[in-house]
């Protein structure tokens, strides 16, 4: 039985039967064993580094959301580009002095996202690699195999001429386990993270089976039963090592035990310590072995990638019809009004949003909402959720139920809520959807008070609301039409009301609350 239909059927067979020839909320079909993501790269998207952290944290969670291949991503990665352009003098030359293993992390960094790395911020950053570089062809500061590898797979992908000292120098540190590491307290410790650096230069340059397989050897070795490597940040280096294996046994059980350590807010951390918060680093790096991609492959061409989709429109405040919320699921979010509401999908268009459908194997199924993501498309593990919400008698929200039919075939009552969120199936967990403003348990109509005549003050009486608003505002009307400053809860009557009709509008605000306005009865005609 196809994945998707199973997922159906376990939310109802009315929703199995809905899937056919109907819009509507298509489970997911990943496995339990997988980690996701579509939630990962929404975790960086709305974690993104800031250009006072530095060139090398924009460059990491660009090339993490770069290994999804989904223009969707591109708005952010662009972002981050301008950050590395910004910061790109103080992190190739630090104190002045160039460092040409960070030209080379910068070279991939900007070949993966479809830049060209000859002319990036000023600076031809593959030149850079190899500028300056000592007898022995060491890149970088100081010994590293880890600095070595960049430097290799950089001129690799920039298909750059490689001076033979860099792989001479690389194969000089590969110790006699097979692994790669560092010299510390006279002796070499065997890293994971380099021996994955070493791996991948390897495999980049070819025709070096025997040192490959040594250090493939070795990685298997260095597994733990759990299916992680151990080292100061096991996600790290389990998505980086498990990513340059490729395939394989070891592959299979590192996916597994990463599965395991994915956040409820889709990322992941970097200690396997209990309560230890997600991290844009280690989230970055997981990204890798989620997607199958390696620093040799990882692409995501933001030239050809579409401009970024259009904002959200802006939120409603209140609301006589059905809510719609909508979550992109990378923190773009918005609550809206739908005045017509004959099933949800005319709701969405009503609230405001632009739509898209595709076909699937169960017919058509809604995948795009205000143009994104940027591909008209709908698989097994992301798509838009279709979900409920009902009022609570204190005005509250209840919790999102996935709605079990489909969107077309739903018919939303007055008053309640729908929401749309683009990601995985949830499998029963809430989305992340933000619920609609409360609503007052009463909101009384204001009258006035006083004589209608032509120099009398009226006065207004909100009423009592409950709960207390914040702020109360009024508007007085002269037959409907609004008195220009008249604002006050009190208004003194002029020429121009004579025979005329007065009414005021008194509207609530409150934190939380919607903003919600009540109109008074008229007066009778202003003597004059």
Not at 348 to 363: D, P
Request: charged share 15%; glycine share 10%; hydrophobic share 35%.
């Amino acid at each position: 039985m196809h994945s998707s239909l199973r997922r159906s059927l376990a939310v109802g067979t009315t929703a199995a039967l809905t899937l056919t020839g109907l819009i509507a909320s298509a489970p997911g079909a990943g496995a339990a064993s997988e980690a996701n993501a579509t939630k990962a790269a929404n975790f960086l998207v709305r974690n993104l580094p800031a250009a006072g952290d530095g060139a090398a944290a924009s460059m990491t969670a660009a090339l993490g959301l770069a290994t999804t291949g989904d223009c969707s991503y591109a708005p952010a990665a662009r972002t981050l580009v301008k950050q590395i352009e910004k910061n790109a003098k103080s992190y190739l030359y630090p104190s002045k002095k160039l460092n040409q293993a960070r030209a080379a992390n910068m070279a991939i960094t900007v070949t993966a996202l479809g830049l060209n790395p000859k002319k990036f911020a000023g600076y031809n950053l593959i030149s850079l690699v190899t500028k300056s570089l000592p007898k022995n062809g060491q890149v970088g500061a100081s010994k590293s195999a880890f600095s070595q590898s960049l430097g290799l797979i950089a001129l690799k992908r920039a298909d750059a001429t490689i001076p033979v000292t860099l792989l001479t120098n690389l194969l000089g540190q590969q110790g006699d386990n097979g692994a790669f590491g560092y010299e510390w307290d006279n002796k070499f410790n065997a890293d994971p993270d380099t021996t994955a650096m070493g791996i991948l230069a390897l495999k980049a340059i070819g025709q070096l089976k025997p040192q490959q397989d040594a250090a493939t050897d070795w990685a298997k070795d260095a597994q733990k039963p759990a299916g992680y490597w151990e080292n100061y940040s096991p996600v790290d280096s389990t998505a980086l090592l498990g990513s340059a294996l490729g395939s394989g046994t070891q592959v299979t059980k590192a996916k597994e035990w990463l599965s395991t350590v994915q956040q409820s807010d889709g990322g992941f951390p970097n200690s396997l310590d209990e309560g230890t918060a997600s991290d844009v680093t280690a989230t970055a790096n997981a990204m890798y072995l989620i997607t199958g991609k390696s620093l040799l492959d990882v692409s995501l061409n933001l030239g050809k990638c579409p401009k970024s989709p259009p904002s959200l429109p802006k939120a409603s405040t209140s609301c006589t019809g059905v809510w719609v919320v909508v979550n992109r699921g990378n923190g773009q979010e918005t609550v809206r009004c739908a005045t017509k509401y004959s099933n949800g999908l005319a709701a969405l268009k009503s609230a405001g949003y632009s739509i898209k459908t595709t076909s699937t194997n169960f017919g058509p199924f809604l995948c795009q909402v205000q143009g994104y993501p940027s591909k008209c498309t709908s698989t097994a593990n992301t798509f838009w959720g279709y979900w409920t919400a009902k009022q609570n008698e204190d005005g509250s929200w209840g919790k999102w139920t996935e709605s079990p039919i489909g969107a077309s075939q739903s018919k939303p009552a007055k008053g309640v809520a729908e929401g749309w969120i683009y990601g995985p199936w949830l499998d029963g967990a809430q989305p992340e959807l933000t619920a609609p403003p409360k609503a007052y348990t009463a909101s009384p109509t204001p009258t006035i008070s006083g004589t209608a005549k032509v120099g009398k003050t009226l006065t207004a009486a909100a009423g009592s609301w409950a709960p207390q608003p914040d702020s109360l505002g009024y508007q007085w009307y002269r037959s409907g039409k609004a008195i220009s400053k008249a604002t006050k809860s009190t208004y003194k009557l002029t020429k121009s009301d004579a025979k005329k009709k007065i009414t005021v509008k008194v509207t609530a605000k409150k934190d939380g609350y919607e903003t919600l306005a009540k109109t008074s009865k008229a007066t009778g005609k202003v003597a004059k």
